[in-house]
């Protein structure tokens, strides 16, 4: 069960309302993906459904409250439940496309320092990040005590002075590409969406 509060959102959400953007302006980078972040298992279902689209998630917090179709992913092992402060289970340039969603704001900057580099090894394309804004978003009663502590939200020029102190660059192409497929759309996020080369 999920304790909505007013006003609440979840970045994972708005990633799957993103999916046909992200389609658009990544095109065959998105045969190969990997989805990090809570609820990890409705994202990989979404994908899955897209054409030519192979999805694997990792969910960073325990489930206790899995569905059926959520256990027979991880059972087949597309989904793993792993601590993302450690080293990902995957080799490198496993997968075309990473995207992270509400994983991220729950990270020190200690830890971020080593999970961040991690998402960026193991993708060969991309990275693509989808964070809270400060002040829009509260984290539900009920996941403060799964992550153990409330979330960080930052704002877009610590995340963008954070890239650059790590060696990642925003993709510039992709970022005009994604745009564009948003004004036709019609969608506006309410997370902050990066895009990180490789």
Known sequence: ???????????TSELQRA???????????M???????????SVVSKLLKEEDTEAWGLEPYDIEEADAHCKSLIRKGIVRVADIKFPLPYR???????????????????????????????????LVIFAGYPGKQRAK???????????????SSWWIRYFVQTGLEE????????????????????????????
């Open 141 to 155: 009663v009920a996941e403060l005590s799964k992550f153990g502590r409330p979330a960080k939200l930052r704002s």
């Open 1 to 11: 069960m999920h304790v909505r509060i007013a006003g609440d959102i979840s970045c």
């Open 19 to 29: 999916i046909p953007i992200l389609k658009k302006a990544y095109g065959d980078s």
């Open 31 to 41: 045969h190969k993906v990997l989805h990090v972040g809570p609820d990890t298992c």
């Open 92 to 126: 490198a340039k496993s997968f075309n496309l990473v995207i992270a969603s509400d994983a991220l704001d729950y990270l020190s900057p200690k830890y971020l320092n080593k999970t961040l580099p991690e998402l960026a090894r193991v993708s060969n394309d991309g």
């Open 171 to 198: 993709n510039e192409s992709v970022i005009k590409k994604f745009e564009q497929a948003a004004e036709k759309k019609g969608f506006k996020s309410s997370c902050q969406i990066f895009h990180l080369s490789s």
